[in-house]
């Protein structure tokens, strides 16, 4: 039985697309049963529309608090009985209240090597600092801001005379590889949290994660 999937953006949806399209494959664990986004003219919307997945709109806008905003939008996740929440460019920092609630089943993607680049603008940030090498991190959510145990990286050359766009469009690619497969290990249970550390297949992973020999 496939591990039901509900994924969390604000935008475009490009990651969310990797992923649905990930899906079609019978033998892919998973499925995306909702795509929830805190921005209803999300573009992601409409590719989940045209997947004839189940979308919500919840905008944070019509909320006092982040709070209450969080506590609404965990209501709809858990309307999915979902196994899996995905945040692909979901754009909000997340109360504590809605980690602990979901602790454990709960993945991001993040543009950076991390622990290097918390937070925005990472590629014109790696550029500026002379990085020759940048790339993204999945890792699973804690209360700490893109703080979670790394599962996997990709790593991605920065040349001479790159801009911000140039580096985005190639972590991009590797982004739209390295998605579905944290989500397929985690649906096939070969992967897990436990206390501060992502497991997987029986092992702790390093700062860095999962690194191929």
């Not at 997340?94 to 090597?113: A, D, E, M, R, W």
């Not at 070969?190 to 029986?202: H, K």
Request: charged content about 20%; some cysteine.
């Amino acid at each position: 039985m496939s591990s039901k999937i509900v994924v969390l953006i604000s935008g475009g949806g490009t990651n969310l697309q990797a992923i649905i399209d990930a899906c079609v494959d019978n033998n892919y664990p998973a499925e995306v049963v909702g795509v929830v986004s805190n921005k209803v003219d999300a573009y992601g919307l409409t590719r989940a529309e045209n997947s004839g997945i189940a979308t919500v709109a919840l905008s944070h806008k019509d909320f006092d608090s982040r709070e209450n905003y969080d506590q609404a939008l965990i209501k709809k996740i858990d309307a999915f009985d979902a196994d899996l929440i995905v945040l692909a460019g979901f754009m909000r920092i997340l109360t504590p209240c809605f980690v602990q609630h979901f602790q454990g089943k709960l993945l991001n993607i993040h543009p950076s090597l991390l622990p290097k680049y918390q937070g925005l603008n990472t590629h014109q940030r790696a550029i500026d600092a002379g990085d020759d090498v940048h790339g993204v991190s999945v890792h699973f959510v804690t209360e700490e801001l893109d703080g979670g145990p790394v599962i996997l990286q990709a790593k991605v050359p920065v040349f001479e005379g790159d801009n911000s766009d140039d580096l985005a469009a190639r972590v991009h690619e590797q982004e739209h590889r390295i998605y579905p497969l944290v989500v397929k290990w985690f649906a096939e249970k070969r992967l897990s949290m436990q206390g501060d550390n992502a497991i997987l297949d029986g092992n702790t992973l390093p700062n860095s994660g999962y690194a191929a020999d």
